[in-house]
C-alpha cells in the first residue's frame, strides 16, 4: 500500500470513529434511564495508597533518624510529592487539549481542523475517551515502578488497550505544541493578498474612497485572456429567460509570473515553515489541501528536507493559483439575446410559367 493509500485508509479509519461518537451521542436523549457513564476515571487510591504508605515511613525514618540512607530517602519523599505536581499538570495540559478537541474534530480535515490523515487512531480514540466522547478506562502507571516516570493508560470499553501517553512527554510537549496536530489556517494571509493588490484583483470602490474596495471576485484587464489582436476575449453564455451573460477567463499564468504573486506566495508559505518546531503542520497542510492540486503527500512524523521546503512553497503557489482564483468572470450586463436573421424562400408562379424567387426576410429570435 502506498503512502497516499496509507494516509487515506487512516483517514476512513478515524471518520469510522468520529461516526460512531456521533452516533453514540445522538442516542443519549433516548436512554436517559440507563447509566451510562462514558468513561471511568482513575483510582486514585489503588494508585497512591502504596506510595503514602511509603512516604510516611520514610518520612519518620528521617525525622527519627534511623533512616540508612537519607538523601536517598529525602529524595524519594520529594519525588512522591513532585509526582503529584507532575499529574496535576498533566491533566490540566490534557484538559487545555480536550476542550478545543470537539471543535476540531468537527472541522477536520479542513484548514483550522484536525489532520485526520496525519492522526493515529489510537490518538483519536484517546482523546475521545479523555474527552468523554466515548466510553473507556483510564489507568495511571509508574512505568517499571519509578514514581518519576508515570503514564496514562487508556483503555476502551471493551478493556482492550487504547495508548500508554506518559505524563513527562505530554508536559514537555505541552509547552510548544498539541497534543494533536492541526492544518493550519492561512484564509486570512490568502484573502489579504487579493485586498492589497488592487492592480491585480477588481474592486470595486466603497462610497469613502479612503476605505478599502469591495472585492468583485475579478481581474484587472491586465489580467484577464486577450486574443491575437490583443482584445479581451469574451465567451457569451446562455441564461434564462432569453437572455446571454459574457465571460472573459482569468489569466492565471500572468498572474503567477507577477512579482506581488510570488513574493507574497512565497511570504505566506515560508511563514508556515517557519511557524512551528516540528514539521508536522507543514505536512498536514500539504496532504489535506495542496495534495487536492498536486497529488503530492508527505509522510507524518519526519523532518522536511530543503528540496521537500522548497517544493511546498512552490506547490503553495499552484495550489492557490488553481483554488483560491476562478477560471472566467462576467463581464458587464447580461443582455438580451442578438436576433439572428435567416433567409426564407419562396416560389410564386408567373405568367407564361415562369417561377419568380422571393426572398423574404424573417427575424428569429
Request: hydrophobic share 30%; net charge negative; aromatic share 8%.
Amino acid at each position: 500500500m502506498g503512502l497516499k493509500e496509507q494516509l487515506i485508509k487512516n483517514k476512513e479509519d478515524n471518520e469510522e470513529v468520529k461516526f460512531y461518537i456521533s452516533e453514540y451521542q445522538s442516542s443519549l436523549s433516548y436512554r436517559l434511564g440507563e447509566n451510562d457513564t462514558p468513561s471511568q476515571d482513575v483510582d486514585w487510591s489503588s494508585f497512591f495508597d502504596p506510595y503514602i504508605k511509603l512516604y510516611s515511613d520514610l518520612k519518620l525514618k528521617l525525622d527519627n533518624g534511623s533512616s540508612e540512607s537519607p538523601i536517598r530517602d529525602r529524595k524519594m519523599t520529594d519525588d512522591i510529592l513532585q509526582s503529584v505536581n507532575t499529574i496535576q499538570q498533566s491533566m490540566e495540559n490534557i484538559a487545555s487539549n480536550t476542550e478545543v478537541w470537539n471543535n476540531m474534530v468537527q472541522i477536520s480535515g479542513i484548514m483550522g481542523g484536525l489532520d485526520m490523515m496525519g492522526t493515529p487512531v489510537s490518538r483519536f480514540i484517546a482523546l475521545s475517551i479523555l474527552n468523554d466522547d466515548l466510553k473507556g478506562k483510564i489507568d495511571l502507571e509508574a512505568v517499571d515502578g519509578n514514581i518519576n516516570n508515570l503514564a496514562w493508560l487508556i483503555y476502551d470499553e471493551n478493556g482492550i488497550f487504547v495508548e500508554r501517553l506518559l505524563v513527562n512527554k505530554i508536559n514537555t510537549l505541552s509547552e510548544t505544541q498539541d497534543m494533536f496536530i492541526t492544518i493550519p489556517d492561512t484564509t486570512k494571509e490568502n484573502q489579504e493578498f487579493k485586498q492589497t493588490n488592487p492592480e491585480i484583483f477588481e474592486q470595486k470602490p466603497k462610497k469613502n474612497p479612503s476605505d478599502p474596495g469591495v472585492l468583485t471576485g475579478g481581474v484587472t484587464e491586465t489580467y484577464r485572456v486577450k486574443d491575437e489582436t490583443g482584445q479581451v476575449k469574451l465567451k457569451a453564455k446562455d441564461l434564462s429567460g432569453n437572455m446571454v451573460q459574457d465571460f472573459y477567463e482569468i489569466d492565471k499564468e500572468t498572474i503567477g509570473k507577477s512579482l506581488a504573486f510570488t513574493l507574497t506566495m512565497d511570504k505566506i508559505s515560508a511563514g508556515l515553515l517557519g511557524a512551528y518546531q516540528s514539521s508536522d503542520q507543514v505536512i498536514a497542510f500539504n496532504n489535506n489541501v495542496l495534495s487536492e492540486v498536486t497529488n503530492f503527500y508527505l509522510r507524518p512524523g519526519i523532518a522536511l528536507k530543503e528540496n521537500q521546503k522548497d517544493k511546498f512553497q512552490k506547490d503553495y503557489q499552484k495550489w492557490y493559483l488553481e483554488k483560491e482564483i476562478g477560471k472566467e468572470f462576467p463581464s458587464g450586463e447580461p443582455r438580451l439575446k442578438t436576433p439572428e436573421v435567416s433567409e426564407e424562400v419562396t416560389e410564386e408562379q408567373m405568367p407564361g410559367g415562369q417561377e419568380e424567387v422571393q426572398v423574404e426576410e424573417q427575424i428569429q429570435s
